[in-house]
């Protein structure tokens, strides 16, 4: 197996993304390929702790390896990754990384699951003062029946009949209803979210749900400040973190949560969660489009 590891912060375009590149069947954790949150949320205003919580939820659809006697195995892989990790990792360095098991022998899921939280750990926290772990579960086939498809809990923005002008981030567009009394928990979804990536250009369909407690948040601007990030380039992560940081600096509610579930690609999806406050994550747990 590759011992080589990735310079330290490449930036996404020296990633395999968007690229050619041979898919490996024998396992190799130097494919995993970190990117930097800093730059990103430095971006935003974000340069020391940020005021959220949270974590990226991943599905894995796509991987298999070989039992001691050659015969394939299948799962599916859920993956907890708390957003107090230094690093992403890009989505089709994960894929060819989880490619890379389909001919490698293994003793049991169990041996799997070990190598694939071990490896994302190294990558993730990579420099980290004080590395943590990530959460890894397997589902094996017997256990398929039991996903669950569920639509994000919430009022639908949907139906509002908004015109839209801004196919780039329009915090402007956020604004309270001053003079109303505060809501508490409010959750409010819309299916309207797409972003592209900001390696290939190709599009990122995603849900959204906004749950907050505080001034009342005008729901055509939000409706409408949604749909602005249309045209916008950014990972998952940071689209999440930039609709949190916005609704947080404008709207100033006392508690904000923003949940997006993205529509998987090539066997993966990425269900970024951010919070004001400390919680369990939500339970993973697909919609429809994915």
């Not at 205003?45 to 919580?53: D, L």
């Not at 070989?66 to 990790?85: D, M, S, Y």
């Not at 060819?96 to 049991?108: C, K, M």
Request: hydrophobic share 40%; with cysteine.
């Amino acid at each position: 197996m590759s011992i080589n590891a990735p310079s330290p912060d490449p930036s996404p375009q020296h990633s395999p993304l968007g690229k050619a590149v041979a898919y490996a069947d024998q396992y190799d954790p130097a494919l995993l390929f970190p990117i930097a949150r800093a730059a990103q949320r430095a971006e935003l205003g974000i340069t020391a702790a940020p005021p959220f919580f949270g974590a990226d939820l991943w599905t894995a659809y796509e991987l298999s390896w070989l039992n001691l006697r050659g015969k394939p195995q299948v799962a599916l892989a859920h993956l907890t990754v708390p957003c107090e990790t230094p690093h992403i990792v890009e989505s089709k360095s994960l894929k060819l990384y989880l490619g890379s098991f389909s001919q490698t022998r293994f003793a049991d899921a169990a041996e799997v699951q070990s190598r694939i939280r071990a490896d994302l750990a190294a990558a993730l926290w990579r420099g980290a003062a004080a590395p943590g772990s990530i959460g890894v579960k397997l589902l094996l086939p017997e256990q398929f029946d039991q996903q669950a498809i569920h639509e994000l809990d919430g009022l639908n923005l949907d139906r509002l009949d908004v015109e839209c002008t801004h196919y780039q981030p329009a915090p402007e567009l956020l604004t309270v209803q001053q003079d109303a009394p505060p809501v508490h928990g409010e959750v409010l979804t819309s299916r309207l979210l797409k972003s592209n990536c900001p390696v290939t250009g190709q599009p990122d369909w995603g849900s959204v749900q906004v749950r907050y407690s505080g001034a009342p948040i005008h729901q055509e601007g939000l409706l409408r400040y949604l749909v602005s990030f249309r045209q916008h380039s950014g990972f998952h992560e940071h689209c999440v973190e930039r609709i949190f940081m916005d609704l947080w600096t404008r709207c100033r509610p006392t508690q904000l949560t923003v949940y997006a579930r993205y529509t998987r690609r090539g066997g993966l999806d990425i269900n970024p969660w951010r919070t004001s406050h400390p919680q369990q994550p939500p339970a993973n747990v697909r919609t429809a489009r994915q």
